[in-house]
Structures are given as structure tokens and as C-alpha cells.
């Protein structure tokens, strides 16, 4: 398999041309439907969709969910730039998408630092700490991912430029697990559920955790359309009172928040009880973004060739849809 690179130039001009293709099979959603995107289906970041719908955390403020998944960061900024969705939970780095003209805000936090995410290598790959990786072909799910800018600014921060680690846009986590299994690729970012599954089945191990070298972050945050913050801004509003108040339930309620979330990872519930204690405590209880994370970001979109200078990511986030904010 030859894998071909795609520069993040060509990206928005074929994600413009994607958006008539995504208006016409997108299904329209039922008039009082709230449509929720996630960007990756089983990561961790993203079950509190599943968690609250169970629990009715949404229905007492008065949301019908309706959820769809995505292949990525970029698969989910054609769905917001479609109309096709009305909230996406996606990553922080999108929002150079927005400052490249996608009619979207950022509303909330969901975490900080990317401790959600991890590098694997193969059983048989000669990769065993983040000094192997110089040179290797890692597995991403989509050019302009989050997956992309954290293997890029480990390289940079590394010393080794921007492309001292190779990348591969394969999509889903089963066709980069089939890739590394047939040594196509080295290695690939995935959540760390399914890097604990992996290594337990003996496929693979956890070589490097973007959480151990990338502090000021915001991995994870939810994105609004413009059009639905101008139709119906309070159920922009629900849906983050709704996000908070399930937050608050799985840290008062491990036993039952892994019994819902592991057949939506995919993992057992010892599996899922690991990750919750890993990870639970890196959600926001509050939904603000983290003004240094931010820095970091607009910095990094200029170093990684995203963007030609620093832009004020500022106007592409608003905090007053959160609980409490004035209007």
C-alpha cells in the first residue's frame, strides 16, 4: 500500500467541495432533535454524550439527542460546515478550521491536557520510546486531526522540525490497526482504551503519552454551529448544562458510569474502570477554556504551517452559553 500525504493547503479547498456531497445524504433531524457529532465514536473524551442521554441528564433540560460519529477532525468540521450537525465534540485544534472560515464557535472545555491519547507500536516494531519514533511512519485518522498536530508537535518539540515523525491520514482505528498489523505503518495515535485493549491481546504497546509532554492544552472541546446559536441559543445552553451536570454524576458514580460507557468503548469493564480512573479526573467541571492552552495553539498553527501567523483564537471561543455566564 502506497501512502500518499496530503498537505493542510489542499485540505479546505477539499473539504469545500465535500460539502455539497454532505448536505445531500446528511438525514434531517427530527424539528426537535438537538444533532450531536462525535469526532471519534468510542474515546473516552466523548462518552459523557452517552452517559447523559442514559441518565436523562439532557432530557431535564428538555433535549432529544440525536448522536452520529465521525472518522476525525476533519470529517466532523464538514458535518459543522454542512449544517449536517449542530454541536460537535471534537479537539482543540480545530479551531484553526474556524479562523479559516468555518461558521462555527467554541462553547466549552471538555479537557485539558491530551492524556486521552497515546502512541502505539506494533508487537514486532523496533519502537520502545519517543527517541525510536524520529523517522517512523505513524498512523493518524484525518489531515488537520488532533491526532496529526500532537504527532507534529512532539517532532517539534523533540527538536526534529515538523515532519521528523511521518504521518499516514488512514481513517478509522480499524484500517491503521490493520496497517500497522501488516507493517505499512510503524505505529499509530489511538485512545488509551483501546491501546490497553491492544496490549492486552498482545498486538501491541503504549510507547509515548502526549499527556506526559504537552501541559497547557485543551485536547477536547464542543463546538456550536452559527446557525444553531442564532436559531435557539438556549439549547446551545441546555446541552452544557446538561454536558456538566453528567460530569458531575460519573465522578460521584464510577461503578455505573463504566458499566455504561465500556459497550460504547468497546473494552471490557476492567478496561473501562482503568481509563475512568486515569482519565476522569482531566475533565472540566466548569466547560472555560484555559487562556495559555490557547497560546499554545495559535503558536503551534504557525509553526506546524497551518496558519501564517498567530491568530487571536479569542474570537473563535465564547464562554457565555456556560452555566451561570451572563447573556
Known amino acids: 500500500m502506497k501512502i500518499i500525504a496530503i498537505s493542510w493547503r489542499r485540505l479546505m479547498p477539499a473539504m469545500a467541495a465535500s460539502l455539497g456531497l454532505l448536505v445531500l445524504v446528511a438525514a434531517p433531524a427530527a424539528a426537535d432533535a438537538l444533532r450531536v457529532g462525535k469526532a471519534n465514536p468510542v474515546a473516552f473524551s466523548f462518552v459523557p ?4 442521554i442514559a441518565t436523562g441528564a439532557f432530557a431535564r433540560h428538555g433535549l432529544k439527542i440525536e448522536e452520529s460519529s465521525f472518522a476525525g477532525s476533519a470529517k466532523v468540521q464538514q458535518a459543522l460546515a454542512a449544517n449536517a450537525i449542530d454541536l460537535s465534540l471534537s479537539s482543540g485544534p480545530e479551531l484553526a478550521f474556524l479562523v479559516k472560515g468555518n461558521p462555527a464557535l467554541c462553547v466549552a472545555s471538555i479537557a485539558g491536557p491530551p492524556r ?8 514486532d516494531a523496533p519502537i520502545h520510546t519517543v527517541a525510536d519514533l524520529k ?29 521528523g515523525i511521518k504521518t499516514a491520514a488512514l481513517g478509522e482505528d480499524a484500517a491503521q490497526i490493520a496497517a500497522m498489523k501488516t507493517r ?31 501541559k497547557d492544552f485543551e485536547i477536547n472541546v464542543i463546538y456550536a454551529t452559527q446557525a444553531v446559536l442564532q436559531r435557539d441559543p438556549n439549547e446551545v445552553r441546555a446541552f452544557l448544562s446538561g454536558w456538566l451536570e453528567t460530569i458531575a454524576y460519573m465522578r460521584k458514580n464510577k461503578a455505573e458510569t463504566v458499566r ?18 486515569e482519565l476522569m479526573p482531566a475533565f472540566s467541571d466548569s466547560g472555560k477554556i484555559d487562556p495559555k492552552a490557547l497560546d499554545v495553539l495559535a503558536k503551534s498553527f504557525v ?10 483564537l479569542q474570537t473563535f471561543v465564547s464562554e457565555k452559553y456556560l452555566p451561570g455566564a451572563m447573556r
Open 135 to 163: 523517522g517512523k511512519t505513524i498512523g493518524i485518522s484525518t489531515v488537520g486531526s488532533l491526532t496529526m498536530w500532537l504527532v507534529q508537535e512532539m517532532s517539534r518539540r523533540e527538536g526534529w522540525g515538523t515532519n
Open 260 to 277: 455504561l460507557v465500556a459497550p460504547v468503548m468497546h473494552v471490557s469493564e476492567a478496561i473501562a474502570g482503568k481509563v475512568y480512573d
Open 303 to 312: 509553526d506546524m504551517g497551518m496558519l501564517p501567523k498567530p491568530p487571536d
Open 184 to 214: 505499512q505503518i510503524d505505529g499509530m495515535v489511538i485512545d488509551v482504551a483501546s491501546a490497553y485493549r491492544l496490549e492486552s491481546s498482545g498486538d501491541a504497546r503504549i510507547v509515548a503519552r502526549f499527556g506526559d509532554m504537552i
Open 116 to 123: 486521552l491519547l497515546v502512541i502505539i507500536a506494533g508487537k
Open 49 to 52: 454524550l452517552d452517559v447523559g
